[in-house]
């Protein structure tokens, strides 16, 4: 089945340390997205990609980088500059972004990260 | 700035009535306007999705929205509520494409 798989579902990190959220689809989808979700906030967007070898950074990309190497992974490395990490991390993709066509983005389960 | 709003963050509902979840928009031009559904833990499921045309959108699970420009409004709504159908609803928005701006989330609670 095609889909996003987001790994691991949990996660617990110690201050200090950097911890990547991997995130991968077999969707064929150029565009890829990380968001970032708290309680009474909605999503907001930390980075996303359109193409490999190309991403963009969001409304709150400080403390976090990406990387995008294949055009099925997008991986979240959340930093040590981050100030408070905890927090459930979604990925998503689309067929393209900016397209203005007719699309959707695709939502894997997310990844709850906890500092301790 | 683009934005998107639902006024609402907690909504009771009991089994087998109606439910209305309030979405607003503030764009330049008309956006693109989803409505997703969340489970506790899981990741987002989209219901509906408006692009242009028909102002009423059919989606999944029973649910409906209308597009209203002139109060800039993207209400989701059900006719008979299951309580399957408590968990959190998002109302988002796009320009161009696939940027999503999202709202805060309205938590349907059901009650029987």
């Known amino acids: 089945d095609g889909g996003i798989t987001q790994s691991p579902k949990y996660l617990f990190r110690k201050e200090g340390q950097n911890v990547t959220l991997s995130c991968e689809q077999n969707?064929?989808?150029?565009?890829m997205y990380w968001y970032r979700q708290d309680p009474g906030q909605g999503l907001r967007l930390i980075y996303y990609s359109q193409i490999v070898n190309d991403f963009q950074k969001g409304d709150i990309a400080e403390g976090y980088s990406v990387s995008r190497e294949k055009k099925e992974s997008f991986p979240l490395t959340v930093t040590s500059a981050q100030k408070n990490p905890t927090a459930f991390y979604l990925c998503?993709?689309?067929?393209?972004?900016?397209?203005?066509?007719?699309?959707?983005?695709?939502f894997g389960q997310g990844t709850r990260l906890t500092v301790v | 700035a683009q934005s998107v709003t639902q006024p609402d963050i907690h909504i009771t509902v009991s089994e087998g009535a109606s439910l209305e979840l309030r979405c607003n928009y503030s764009y330049g031009a008309t956006p693109y306007l989803f409505w997703y559904v969340q489970s506790p833990g899981q990741g987002l499921q989209l219901l509906l999705k408006y692009f242009s045309g028909d102002t009423l959108v059919q989606g999944i699970k029973g649910f409906e929205a209308e597009f209203k420009r002139s109060q800039s409004s993207f209400n989701l709504r059900k006719p008979s509520v299951h309580w399957s159908d408590a968990a959190e609803y998002f109302c988002?928005?796009?320009?161009?494409?696939?940027?999503?701006?999202f709202g805060a989330g309205t938590i349907l609670r059901v009650k029987s």
């Open positions: 988002a928005g796009a320009q161009y494409g696939n940027k999503l701006v």
């Open positions: 998503a993709s689309s067929i393209e972004a900016d397209s203005g066509a007719d699309t959707e983005a695709f």
């Open positions: 969707l064929n989808h150029d565009a």
